[in-house]
C-alpha cells in the first residue's frame, strides 16, 4: 500500500475511534419516551445568537456582549456541558431536561441536550444549526416531541 494511502486509513480509523466522525444521537435502549408538545427554536454559534462580540473594536477575542458576565471571555462554538456544539445539540432548561437527555424533533430528528440558556426555560428548546441562516429557516415552531430522560 502506498505512504499516502495508509496515511488516510490510519486517519479514518482514528477519526471513526474518536467519534469524530459520527455524531449521530440514538435513543437509549429500553428506555420509554415521554411526548410534549414544545416550542422549539434554532440557534448556531454565530454573535446574534449566543450574545458574544469581539472585544478591542472587533479585532480581539471573542466576549460575552451582554449580562451579569458581560466582558468575560467566550469560547465560541462551545456548550454549557463542555462540548463542541454540532447539529444534534439541544439547549434546554437543564432543572427539567438534564445534559444526555435524548430527545426525537419532527423535521430535525435525534438530539441531545447539551447546552443551556437564560432564554431557554420550561418546554422550550433550541436547535443547534450549522449556520444562522439555517436556524432562521427553522424558525419558532410548536412540535410534539419525544423526550428520553437518562
Known sequence: MRTWAKILVILVLALAVSGCAS?????????????????????????KCCNWKRSWFGLGPPVI????????????????????????????DTKKYPFGTVMYIPGYGYGRVEDRGTAIQ?????????????????????????IYLP
Open 23 to 47: 455524531r449521530s444521537v440514538k435513543p437509549p435502549q429500553g428506555v420509554r419516551p415521554i411526548e410534549k408538545t414544545m416550542e422549539a427554536t434554532g440557534y448556531c454559534k454565530c454573535g
Open 65 to 92: 456582549a451582554s449580562g451579569p458576565r458581560k466582558g468575560e471571555r467566550k469560547k465560541v462554538g462551545m456548550t454549557a456541558s463542555g462540548s463542541k456544539a454540532h447539529v444534534g445539540t439541544i439547549a434546554a
Open 122 to 146: 420550561g418546554e422550550h428548546i433550541d436547535l443547534f444549526f450549522k449556520s444562522h441562516s439555517d436556524a432562521l429557516r427553522w424558525g419558532r415552531q410548536h412540535v410534539r416531541v419525544k
